[in-house]
């Protein structure tokens, strides 16, 4: 059974440090999402890529926060500083395809909390 | 433009009541409406999908109907349970108004509960 993988599940950490989200997303899928997810925002598209290439980004406070995919395998999402206003669940979804009409499939997420 | 909205926020049925749940978009090149089911804690998982070239789509109790003139789109629960309590969400891939790739975008959720 194919499927997303976050890791961390939980990280909690102090105002300041840097924190790296990882997602390994479902072999041979082409398209990589970042999305965080709060109670007052819903799911808000911070990054994705296609093909490894960023496509947007413009979901992200450019400052602090950095997406990347460093091979097909693994796609990384840092916060450095982090802020606790950051604290959210983050989720890496893939999908299958070269467009967005197909279904995207969610990791199981991180929750982290920065205090 | 880039803006998918989904009403209500929040919807409470009885047990084997039926449950609507309505969505809107901005961008009249969509041609791709997927729902996602999330219980609590865990991950948004795909329920059900409708593509443009089709008005309606089942799958037993669940169906999905789209209007692309008015731009809407709705999910359909009948006979509903306990276990269909979670937050239902809509998404639509959507252009942006300052150009370039389009993104998924997903609405606000709507909370369901089913009282049995």
């Known amino acids: 059974d194919a499927r997303v993988t976050q890791t961390p599940r939980h990280k909690v950490t102090e105002m300041g440090q840097e924190v790296t989200m990882r997602c390994q997303p479902i072999?041979?899928?082409?398209?990589v999402f970042w999305y965080r997810q709060t109670m007052m925002q819903g799911l808000e598209l911070l990054a994705y890529?296609?093909?490894?290439?960023?496509?947007?980004d413009s979901g992200m406070p450019k400052d602090r926060f950095s997406a990347e995919m460093p091979d097909a395998t693994l796609a990384t999402l840092k916060i450095q500083p982090s802020e606790p206003r950051d604290s959210a669940v983050y989720f890496c979804?893939?999908?299958?395809?070269?467009?967005?009409?197909?279904?995207?499939?969610f990791g199981q997420g991180t929750r982290l909390t920065v205090v | 433009g880039e803006n998918v909205e989904q009403h209500p926020s929040t919807l409470s049925v009885q047990e084997g009541d039926s449950a609507v749940i309505k969505c809107t978009y901005s961008d009249s090149a969509s041609n791709y409406f997927p729902w996602y089911k999330q219980e609590l804690g865990k991950r948004p998982q795909l329920i059900i999908d409708i593509r443009s070239n089709v008005g309606e789509k089942k799958d037993q109790r669940i169906a999905v109907t789209l209007n692309k003139t008015a731009k809407h789109f709705s999910l359909h629960i009948t006979e509903t349970q306990p276990e269909d309590s979670a937050v239902y969400f809509c998404a639509a891939p959507q252009t942006p108004l300052s150009g370039g790739y389009n993104k998924l975008i997903f609405g606000a959720g709507t909370r369901l509960a089913v009282h049995p």
């Open positions: 890529f296609r093909n490894r290439a960023p496509l947007d």
């Open positions: 072999l041979g899928h082409n398209t």
């Open positions: 979804a893939s999908g299958p395809g070269q467009t967005l009409n197909t279904e995207a499939f």
